[in-house]
C-alpha cells in the first residue's frame, strides 16, 4: 500500500514515515500543498495523509482541490486545532477522518488501516487465494498451513496481487506502487522479486506457476480449482499465552519506539530552537513597534508547529506554552503591553524547555497520574507491590501497616484515595468509620479476603466507596483507585444532536462547571461523520428533527459493534410514554424531558459514564 504524506514539519516526515515504512507501507513525503497536488494527481496512492496549515495551498483547499476533481482517495487530515467547527470543516471539503495533534503514532497507522480496508474492494482482514493466506494485522503468510518466510517488498507483492486478484498487474503498475517517487528500480527488479517469491511458494507446495505471466501484459494469480485447506488449529499444550506475548511485544515496541523518538530528537531540537529564535525576533520587534504583519503570522504558524512537533515527542510542558504562543500570536490585542511580557516571558520557558530536554522520557503504555495514595494494610509484600505499581503511573503512596501509622500519615498529608485491606474486620470497621468521619470525601478503596453481601454491605454502611476481591491485581487496583478520584465527567466528549440552534449554543455554558468537551450538531445528515471523527464518550440525541429524527440515528448505531457500548441519552419536549418506550426499544440508555436543568443532564450523562467505565475496568 502506498501513502502520499504531505506535511512540512520535519520531525513528523521523519517518526511518520519510519513508522509507515515499519507496518509495510510505501510513503511519499512533500513539504506544500501545491507538490502534494502534483503528486497527488501524477502518482496512484491508496490514502493521502495532510496537514491542515501547509505553505502554498493549506489542507482543507487541497482537500476540496482533490474531491472537485473526483479523486475518491481516502485523506486523512492532521491539525493542532481541537474544535468541532474545524473538525466539521475539514470533513465538510471532504476528509475521511480528522486527527488532533498530538497524536498517537499507533493510533493513526490504526485509522489509516482502518480506512483502508473500509475503502478496499476486498475489506475482510483475511486475503486468500487457494491455499494461500495473508494476514495483514499480523503480517503472516501462509501457503497450506506453512509460513512463508518473506522479504518486506514480497510481502507488499503477494499482498498486491492479492488486493485485486482479477487483474493483471503490469510491471510500471508494480513499480509505481510498490516503490516511493525517490527511487527509480529497473523492470529487472520487478522480475527478480517474482521469481525469488514464485520459488518460496513452490518451496510451501504451490505449483510453479501459481503466479502467472501474461506476457507483454504482466502478472496474476492464476485460479487452479484447488479446495481450500482448513486452517491449522493451535495446540493448547505448546500455544504460548495470548497476554504474555502481548505484553511482551508491548514492552519492545515501547522500548524501540522511545529509542527512536530519542534519535530522532536529537536532530529536531536544534530545528525546534531555530524556530524559537523567530518567536524572539518577532517579540523584540513587537516591543520596537516594528512589528509586521507577515512576521506575526510567521510567528503564529511556528508556535501552532510547535504544538504538534512537541505533543508527538511527548513534551508535554513545551507543548502547552506553545499553544498559549499561537494564541497570542493570533490575536488582536497583542499590542498591549501585558502581551508583550506575557509574550517574552512565554517564548523564554519555551526555550528552557526545549533546551533542557537531552533525553525524552520513556513511553509507557499504563497512563500517567498524578495522585497520591494511602496504602492500609500490615502485609509488607502487598503493600510494597501495590506502591511500586502505583509509582510507575506516576502515583505517590504512603504505606501505613497499623491504624496507628495511618492516621499520623493524615496528619500530616492528605491523600487523593486510600486504599485499605485489613483482614481482621473489627479493625476495618473502626478504620472506615474513623476515616469516614475524618475524611469524608476521600474514596476508601477496600480489598476484602472474601466477596459477599454481607462485607459488600458491611463496608458501604461504614463509608467505604468500592470493594475489590483479594485476588484482584495490582494493575486493577490503581485502576479503580484512578477512577474514584478522576471521575468521567474530566473532559468527557459529550456529542449532542438537536434542530435547536439556541439549546445547542446553550450547551457548552450550561455543562461548563462539569468540564465536559461539548460538540454540537443541528444537521442530522452529518451525525455519521462528525460521530467519527469526534469519537464522543456519550451522545445526547433529539428525536423530532428534520429529514431524520432521533429514534433512526439511535437504531444506525446499535447496529454497529464499534458504538453499541456508547451511552446515548434522549432529551427531547415530547412527554407521551409511547415516545418513550420507543427511545428505550431503540437502545436509549436514559430519556429527559425539556426543559431540563444543566445539573440534571450532567448528573444523567455522569451515571452513564461512571456504569461504561466501571463495566470497562472490570472487563480489562
Not at 486468500?128 to 517488498?153: A, F, M, R
Not at 502547552?320 to 504562543?325: E, V
Not at 460521530?531 to 431524520?548: F, G, H, N
Request: glycine share 4%; aromatic share 8%.
Amino acid at each position: 500500500m502506498k501513502i502520499l504524506l504531505i506535511e512540512d514539519d520535519e520531525a513528523i516526515i521523519s517518526l511518520l514515515t519510519k513508522s509507515l515504512t515499519a507496518h509495510r507501507y510505501v510513503v511519499d513525503a512533500v513539504r506544500d500543498g501545491e507538490m502534494g497536488w502534483v503528486y497527488g494527481t501524477t502518482f496512484e496512492y491508496d490514502l493521502i495523509v495532510m496537514d491542515i496549515m501547509l505553505p502554498k495551498v493549506d489542507g482543507i483547499t487541497l482537500c476540496q482541490r482533490f474531491r472537485a476533481e473526483e479523486y475518491t482517495i481516502p485523506i486523512v487530515l492532521l491539525t493542532a486545532q481541537d474544535s468541532s467547527t474545524a473538525k466539521i470543516q475539514g470533513l465538510n471539503a471532504g476528509a475521511d477522518d480528522y486527527v488532533i495533534k498530538p497524536f498517537d503514532v499507533e493510533e493513526l497507522i490504526a485509522r489509516i488501516r482502518a480506512l483502508l480496508r473500509r475503502c478496499s474492494a476486498t475489506p475482510s482482514l483475511l486475503m486468500s487465494w487457494g491455499d494461500l493466506l495473508l494476514d495483514p494485522v499480523t503480517c503472516e503468510v501462509t501457503y497450506n498451513g506453512q509460513p512463508l518466510n518473506l522479504t518486506t517488498k514480497e510481502y507488499e507483492l503477494i499482498e498486491l496481487l492479492l488486493q485485486d486478484s482479477r487483474h493483471v498487474m503490469s510491471n510500471d503498475e508494480i513499480l509505481d506502487r510498490l516503490w516511493s517517487s525517490d527511487e527509480f528500480p529497473a523492470e529487472a527488479t520487478v522480475r527478480s522479486h517474482i521469481r525469488r517469491l514464485r520459488y518460496k511458494l513452490q518451496e510451501a507446495g504451490a505449483p510453479h506457476d501459481f503466479i502467472g505471466t501474461l506476457y507483454g501484459r504482466g502478472y496474476y494469480l492464476k485460479s487452479f480449482d484447488q479446495p481450500i485447506a482448513p486452517l491449522p488449529q493451535p495446540s493448547l499444550k505448546t500455544a504460548p499465552s495470548l497476554t504474555t506475548l502481548d505484553a511482551s511485544r508491548d514492552s519492545t515496541q515501547t522500548l524501540q519506539y522511545t529509542a527512536f523518538l530519542n534519535e530522532t530528537w536529537l536532530t529536531t531540537q536544534p530545528h525546534c530552537l531555530a524556530q524559537v529564535e523567530i518567536l524572539f525576533q518577532a517579540v523584540q520587534a513587537l516591543q520596537a513597534n516594528v512589528l509586521t504583519e507577515p512576521l506575526q503570522q510567521q510567528a503564529h504558524h511556528i508556535a501552532h508547529k510547535l504544538v504538534g512537533t512537541l505533543g508527538v515527542f511527548g513534551l508535554t510542558q513545551g507543548e502547552h506554552l506553545a499553544r498559549r504562543l499561537e494564541d497570542l500570536f493570533s490575536g488582536a490585542q497583542l499590542r498591549q503591553p501585558e502581551q508583550v511580557i506575557a509574550l517574552e516571558n512565554l517564548v523564554s520557558l519555551l526555550q528552557q524547555e526545549i533546551q533542557s530536554t537531552l533525553t525524552l522520557p520513556r513511553r509507557s503504555a499504563v497512563a500517567q497520574y498524578s495522585l497520591a495514595m494511602l496504602i492500609i494494610d500490615a502485609d509488607a509484600g502487598f503493600t510494597q507491590a501495590l506502591a511500586e505499581t502505583a509509582s510507575q503511573c506516576g502515583i505517590k503512596s504512603a504505606i501505613a501497616p497499623t491504624l496507628e501509622v495511618a492516621y499520623q500519615s493524615l496528619a500530616s498529608s492528605t491523600p487523593n484515595v486510600i486504599v485499605l485491606r485489613l483482614s481482621d474486620p473489627t479493625q476495618r470497621r473502626e478504620c472506615l468509620q474513623t476515616l469516614a468521619d475524618y475524611l469524608p470525601k476521600i474514596p476508601i478503596l477496600t480489598v476484602a479476603n472474601q466477596d459477599t453481601l454481607d462485607q459488600r454491605l458491611e463496608v458501604s454502611r461504614w463509608g467505604g466507596t468500592f470493594l475489590l476481591e483479594q485476588s484482584v491485581t495490582f494493575e486493577q487496583i490503581v485502576t479503580y483507585a484512578v477512577g474514584l478520584v478522576q471521575p468521567p465527567s474530566a473532559d468527557a466528549k459529550v456529542m449532542f444532536v438537536d434542530d435547536d440552534d439556541l439549546w445547542l449554543r446553550s450547551l457548552p455554558a450550561l455543562l461548563e462547571p462539569w468540564r465536559f468537551k461539548v460538540t454540537t450538531l443541528s444537521d442530522p445528515q452529518q451525525f455519521w461523520n462528525v460521530l467519527q471523527s469526534v469519537s464522543p464518550d456519550a451522545l445526547v440525541l433529539d428525536i423530532k428533527m428534520p429529514d431524520i429524527d432521533g429514534l433512526e440515528l439511535c437504531q444506525v448505531l446499535r447496529s454497529d459493534p464499534q458504538w453499541q457500548q456508547l451511552p446515548v441519552l434522549f432529551v427531547s419536549a415530547l412527554e407521551d410514554a409511547k415516545t418513550q418506550n420507543k427511545a428505550f426499544v431503540v437502545g436509549a440508555d436514559d430519556y429527559l424531558c425539556k426543559p431540563v436543568m444543566g445539573d440534571d443532564l450532567a448528573g444523567r450523562i455522569l451515571n452513564r459514564l461512571r456504569r461504561i467505565k466501571s463495566f470497562t475496568n472490570r472487563s480489562s
